[in-house]
């Protein structure tokens, strides 16, 4: 008889990997068969990317041991991983953009003085065929998409000979179609012989296309079962530790008065095109009204028109009755308009402090005689970190923060304003469950004290939880606007395709 | 054309050759660092050193009576510009301090250690020390034209005919020139591949600096037989120049150097035919030449996505 671990591709056992005071992994235990696609799930911070970056050589645990085919391995880097067959492709992919596809590829693999381009860009093709991974060898990367880049690190796994290929959070950055497709790739994968561990936090697609499942939590495994034995419900329970009481939306209280309106509001993208085609939109009191649409139907474009940071080339928006047409960002911050940004990273300063984020807006009433006051930006910190319990001291800088205590940032600044009315775009994109509630609490709090709350997302359940009136915006235009229990996601689909 | 006139062409371009061909060597040097992603602002110095030590060693050489004394210099030269190499790798890359800062110390250090090491070696003496340059090759004496234009140093030829070919091959045809597109655009893809990148960047650097150092002592070698304190005239910043009109591409770096080489021998050629302009406007005009043509040829410059980034391993 053989001992049960030597069928394991992979063993990892009792891992400790401590970052600082933070204990990302604490006595991990982790297997891998040959041939399975194994789901990694948990939320944001609970140490699945930890976990995948020591087995790929990226960090080095404190404690543990790694078996791969049943003999104890000591993964000192990258390299250390190709050489035993593991591949990981990261959230950041390791591409260097002006060089081809091939080149990209065949990077760092290849022995020799010359450099014999046709042949890897023949191997890369046939590769590319074989896995259904469509890319063009010849292609610079810096023109490919997002999506053709991530099918780029595929390859380059592959072309190193991996048994192991890791994906972390490999769909977070693909069209619906894109998905599909890399789904296709990681079942032929799969009859290949190849073992893929699929970082998420997306219950739906480790339930769709998963053998097996092992659920993190707080750097701990939770359990590891087979995939179509659980239900999504057990399974998020599992993930978050408790059930999860997703917030409700509270009826509205009376008919709200306008807050901001516009009025056939024109603007040019950055080449000068029209993309936003005569917007008019009233937002009420009390009222949180949804912008649904397929990305790049003018989205981007009406938020930053209404920030202040694009300028409209027609039309007119006034808040509260005060005419904020083309007015900049701070006279549209003076006029009662909170925004929450669709690029987190461009509404805070990452090499700056959490509390020099949190005053920056307003830095005029943290200064005297152009001194900053430091003791009262440290108080004022303090106050909103334990307000709207952002895990974070003031004096980390930004950068070092989770995708969600970066947008709690974002939000305390705004919502302390009391803000008459709130811009959101995207604000739960690349959260996890526990923080996309808690956002999802704050605008509809926001909503009872009577704000008025213009939510664009591109996440049509999000719409429909918390709007309460819909309206789809389709080729720069606002082409139909519902109350919410009119709204459905066939109707706002076919809406937001253009067909009405 | 009148005889004048093509005399007047011919001598230009003569002399383009023979301007263009120190400018070359530095900023193919230049181009190798910062391909890798360091920008090397030594150049100015490591050029000095390399016209003092080459010209010292030959002065000496020559003196002691041997025949390969202008080698000796050259070679001397190398090894000067190697060792300032390494101490500029030292610096950026293995301690990853300010690549600014660190080049313009090198600078001031070669600077100093000339002007010094010329004092130690030639003592004060009130006649400039010199010595007997290198002679020009021709392959085609007495027919006119070409003759006289391709009656240059052997060193030009190198430039022009081995360096440049030899430096578009190596970057675009080679693994290593692979591995060092790839450390200058993205060192940690370049890591996580398996390349050595603080290796390759100590490569280039160091056989950038060579280059830089064999091209000042061109010019004390080959042009001039002497060193004097404004031998170089700013020309390593113009190969900084040089190397972004380039778009750092070593066949583009041959046309920028032809450029500043042809409006630099142009003025010198306008001064010494009498033009009723100030002569400073003249010296300045290659200069000026160069601004212009950065301004056109610089925007849109493609930098190296490492451009002036140390590289730390997390």
Redesign the interface.
Known sequence: MTDANEAMLVCMRGIWKQFGPVIANQGVDFDLKPGEIHALLGENGAGKSTLMRILYGLYRADAGSIAVGGAEVAIHSPRDAIALGIGMVTQHFALVPPLSVAENIILGQERGLRLDLRTAEGKVASAAKRFGLSVDPRARVRDLSVGQRQRVEILKVLHRNARVLILDEPTAVLTPQEIEQLFETLLRLKTEGVSVVFISHKLHEVMRITDRVTVMRAGKVVGTTATHQMSPSELARMMVGQTIVGVSKPPRTGQGSVVLKLEDVWANDDKGVPILKGVSLEVNTGEILGIAGVAGNGQTALSEVLEGTRPSTRGRMWVCGKDITNASPDQVMQAGVGRVPEDRHESVIDEMTVAENMAIEHIDEFSRFGLLRHAQIRQHAERLIAEYQIKARPNDRVRTLSGGNMQKVILARVLERNPRAIVVSQPTRGLDISATEYVHGKLLEQRQKGAAVLLISEDLDEILKLADRVAVIYNGKIISVMPAEEANPERLGLLMAGVH | MDAPLVGFLVGLIAATLRVATPLLFATLGELYSERSGVLNLGIEGIMFLGAFAGFAAAARAEAAGWDAYLWIGLLVAALAGILMGLLMALLTVTLGLNQHVSGLGVTLLCTGLSLFGFRLVFGESAVLPRITPFATVNPLPGVPVLGTILDQHLLTYVAFSVLVPLGAWVL????????L??VG??P???D????PVFRVRTIALTAGSALMAIGGAFLSLAQLGAFTPGIIAGRGWVCIALVIFARWDPVRALLGAVLFGGVFALQLRLQAQGVQLPYELLLALPYLITIAALAVAGRNA?YP?AYLKPYRR?
């Open positions: 675009y045809r080679t693994h290593f020139g692979l591995n597109r790839a655009e993205n940690e893809a370049a996580a591949a398996g390349i493609p996505g997390e």
